[in-house]
């Protein structure tokens, strides 16, 4: 395998990227970095051998223009996916047409997004008749979008201003798999859907999101049609949010609000359609009542996940029976479906939904039989019990089986990319060690692994804070602890922006905010308390970002996708070593199922996830050249241990401070602030 140095045999992408390269001379900011040049030459190898490329480019490598030149200079037509919906945004109106404009290029690009982004002419229609809405200003809301159906050419409801976000209103104006009429669809000449796929199909570049391909490849496992045109090169840009999501796209899901809907949409359409097909009003009442006698059978279980067969071993025969009870319920609907599946093609659509859900519910009567076996089952079965109601889920144990065959298809280019992949330890020169678990968990045979660091100078920008003397991090209220070493508030006043704590769990992130409400003096003076919970995750952020010296709480959906460059982000707190809870049933099976292969699964699945986490949230803090950070990791398991050794020598070369004092003194000196007097 070829492996050339970086900023060496990289010299061909010199007359984009070098110093006297043409982003250099068009881009009044661009810094050159040999990193991103060694990137670019990577990616361009990938599409010329048509082989697969993973690569890890440390923050501020410049990553998104390292693959877009050599893509779009390579005249091939490429899918492109990212993590959301905001990067395919990104993507599609800032960095490709400034990119195509600096090449004097042009091509043919595409945004594809799912079907609930976009407007269904047909529910649009029906939503008249069917709706139920119990405030007048959603009503108003259905106004507007009607106004906005009249003149939109895409028919992206990102571009109705007048349709807020989470809207009750949306479910009724769009379509899902389930219930798209598709080619019966009286209104298909002006389907929007149809439309934007059609598009992608005619298209140079097609962005996506990892959601929208992950659907798209859990589809081609089975007979329906792929959306997505059959292209050999496809970048997964952001890859390290790429297995959770084709995890979740290769699961089967049923819940008890799955139902609820149902039974509603049985009801509209029943009424509408054929009020003499059916007693329909009371076959929607019993199956809303079924759904509701399901989910008081586990109202005694507390809100997460559960195991089934744990359940099942709890349960017994009860489980089995409330299955069995839950499946009996929707036969009524099926029956009155079927007889009237004729009369118009929702019907059909209808039916097809209910059939889905049986077969779904079999699975897990199915399960009961093999819940005994000493054998691994493909599939981790397991129950979530939320606020709202009750959901059971079927997930693959090994991703790496459906995806194979797709990933190691000849001729194709793969390329997976993102700040955070490399998850064991491994340097540069031996990368492929340092992505086994990642390409073991997709199934990859990668034709060039490639580790590249951070073009920032963490010594210089960045310190580490990690005591001496910290607190047990098995201790229940660890974080409190934290919060109460002496000379912490001393710390928190030499940051003169915003200070983020990560908490590894729910519990952590009410005892901290708890702890500085009840010392406000410590830690509020001139701060901004915002709690995770206590406002949108979106308007926490804005006011985090516009504070400058906010003290943000949070737990999971904070570690990742937060960007804050500047002062407004000075520290990160993290309250411990980011390892997945043990009872998670998913993990449970992973980790049962290594030891069958005599691995150690902390070694091979624990650690190697939390490091991924870890390095996730510590890469909030240095964003720039420009940024300066503090991180505090409030876990002694990093210096005490030897798998805790390893995830620090994972992690960038921070300065490191291993006393109160001295992080005092030298965040001082980083951010040029006076040292308080302790
Ligand atoms: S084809 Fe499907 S998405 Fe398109 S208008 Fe008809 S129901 Fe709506």
Redesign the pocket.
């Known amino acids: 395998m070829n492996r050339p140095e970086p900023g060496t045999s990289a010299s061909a992408q010199n007359r984009y990227f070098g110093p006297q390269g043409l982003l250099r001379a068009r881009l009044p900011q661009f810094a050159v970095r040999r990193e991103q040049a060694a990137l670019a030459h990577a990616v361009s190898e990938a599409l010329g051998r048509r082989h697969t490329l993973v690569a890890e480019a440390g923050t501020g490598v410049g990553k998104t223009f390292a693959y877009l030149i050599p893509l779009l200079t390579s005249g091939r037509k490429a899918i492109v996916s990212t993590a959301s919906r905001t990067l395919q945004d990104q993507l599609f109106q800032r960095d490709i047409p400034r990119l195509l404009q600096i090449l004097g290029q042009t091509a043919r690009v595409v945004r594809l997004k799912g079907?609930a982004n976009?407007l269904?002419?047909?529910?649009l229609e029906t939503a008249k008749v069917d709706a139920r809405f119990n405030r007048a200003e959603d009503w108003q809301v259905l106004r507007e979008v009607r106004r906005f159906a009249a003149t939109t050419e895409e028919g992206d409801l990102a571009d109705c201003s007048e349709l807020p976000e989470n809207s009750p209103v949306i479910p009724w104006v769009?379509?899902t798999g389930e219930?798209?009429?598709?080619?019966t669809?009286?209104?298909?000449a002006?389907?929007?859907?149809?439309k934007a796929r059609n598009a992608a199909w005619q298209a140079d570049l097609v962005i996506v999101n990892h959601h929208l391909f992950c659907a798209d490849l859990a589809l081609l496992q089975g007979t329906e049609q792929s959306i997505l045109p059959d292209l050999d090169t496809i970048v997964i840009d952001e890859a390290h949010g790429f297995i959770a999501t084709a995890s979740q796209a290769f699961s089967d899901s049923i819940s008890s609000q799955q139902v609820t809907v149902l039974a509603r949409d049985i009801l509209a359409t029943g009424l509408r359609l054929a009020p003499d097909g059916a007693a329909w009003a009371e076959l929607s009442a019993a199956l809303e009542q079924t759904a509701m006698v399901f989910r008081s059978q586990f109202a005694d279980l507390s809100v997460g996940k559960w195991d089934w067969a744990r359940l099942l071993a709890d349960k017994g025969d009860g489980l089995g029976d409330s299955v069995a009870v839950f499946t009996q319920g929707l036969a009524p609907a099926r029956n009155a479906l079927q007889v009237n599946r004729e009369r118009h093609p929702e019907f059909e659509r209808l039916s097809v939904r209910v059939e889905a859900l049986i077969e779904r519910l079999t699975m897990f009567t199915d399960q009961q039989q093999q819940a005994d076996s000493a054998d691994m089952p493909a599939k981790v079965f397991w129950l979530e019990r939320t606020r709202f109601g009750v959901s059971l889920h079927a997930a693959p144990l090994d991703l790496a089986e459906p995806l194979t065959a797709t990933f190691q298809k000849p001729d194709r280019s793969w390329i997976f990319l993102s700040a955070t992949l490399a998850a064991e330890q491994g340097d540069a020169s031996d990368p492929e060690k340092a992505f086994g678990y990642f390409n073991r968990r997709l199934g990859l045979k990668p034709g060039r692994c490639l580790l590249l660091g951070s073009p920032f100078d963490f010594q210089k920008q960045a310190l580490l804070v990690l005591p001496e003397d910290l607190p047990d991090p098995k201790a229940p209220d660890l974080v409190v602890r934290l919060l109460s070493m002496p000379g912490i508030d001393a710390l928190f006043e030499t940051i003169p922006g915003g200070i983020m704590i990560l908490c590894t769990s729910l519990r952590a992130v009410s005892l901290a905010a708890a702890h500085v409400r009840a010392h406000p003096g410590q830690f509020l003076s001139s701060r901004r308390l915002l709690v995770q919970g206590e406002a949108a995750r979106g308007a926490l952020l804005d006011s985090f970002r516009s504070h400058g010296r906010g003290l943000l709480i949070g737990s999971a959906s904070f570690w990742e996708g937060v960007d804050v460059p500047g002062l407004a982000l000075s520290m990160v707190m993290i309250d411990k070593l980011p390892f997945a809870p043990p009872d998670d049933p998913v993990m449970q099976a992973r980790m049962k199922q290594a030891r069958q292969q005599g691995e150690d699964p902390f070694r091979s699945i624990q650690c190697p996830e939390a490091l991924l986490l870890l390095k996730q949230g510590i890469g909030r803090l240095i964003r720039s050249e420009a940024d300066k950070g503090v991180l505090l990791v409030g876990d002694r398991r990093l210096y005490q241990t030897g798998y805790g050794k390893s995830m620090l020598s994972g992690l960038p070369s921070f300065a490191q401070a291993r006393s109160m004092r001295e992080s005092i003194a030298v965040a001082g000196q980083l951010f040029g602030s006076p040292v308080p007097t302790q």
């Open positions: 079907r976009y269904c002419p047909y529910r769009t379509s219930n798209c009429l598709g080619n669809c009286p209104k298909i002006g389907c929007f859907v149809v």
